[in-house]
């Protein structure tokens, strides 16, 4: 595994097919404050218990120039679940209102070193690193969130501050890697 991109360190780019057939870099987003790039899945019970908060994420700061982009890099011979059509139904179904993505190769996974589903990297607008980690501190009950370190670190961002928490733990399944 390479190393984990780090707080600082610049955003990698990708080239990669959205569920709505087109494709997608992180150019598509130049014109953004923030860029929140998203490892996630459809299989993961950790990943879809957090959908719901992230298309409110996106829904709440769309207007203020966050964008969220959710990259599937998991294997789908074995978790068939996980393969671009399914990706395709499973946004239609829950509303995704960002682009999700198909790294079939594993390679932006690997350049990012995420490891988990859902694994967030959320990008300034020089697409540098500034918060690395989860969404918030309870991904099975929303209504017990004490911290929701991907908000706040959002606004911390868009007010010109520092990240006051730019690390925690992604809490979720492990990214399904190809043998």
């Given amino acids: 595994m390479p190393a984990k991109l780090k707080i600082g ?13 087109k494709k997608y870099s992180l150019g598509s987003f130049k ?5 929140a790039v998203i490892f996630t899945c459809n299989h993961c019970p950790y990943a879809k218990a957090y959908e719901d908060r992230l298309v409110a994420v996106q829904q709440d700061y769309a207007s203020k120039g966050v964008a969220l982009v959710a990259i599937n890099s998991n ?7 996980d393969s671009f059509d399914n990706m395709v139904k499973r946004a239609k179904e829950k509303g995704f209102n960002f682009p999700y993505l198909r790294d079939e190769a594993q390679a932006i996974a690997r ?8 694994e967030i990297f959320l990008l300034d607008s020089k697409s540098m690193i500034r918060y690395h980690g989860t969404v918030d501190d309870n991904y099975d009950d929303p209504s017990k969130v004490k911290t929701p370190y991907f908000r706040n670190a959002i606004d911390s961002l868009l007010a010109g501050k520092q990240v006051s928490t ?14």
């Fill in 111 to 118: 350049a990012y070193g995420a490891e988990r589903t859902p």
């Fill in 9 to 21: 360190d610049k955003g990698l780019d990708f080239n990669l097919s959205g569920v709505d057939g």
């Fill in 31 to 35: 014109d953004k404050k923030a860029v």
């Fill in 166 to 179: 730019p690390e925690t733990q992604p809490v979720g399944c492990t990214i399904k890697w190809k043998k």
């Fill in 75 to 81: 294997e789908d011979k074995n978790y068939p679940d």
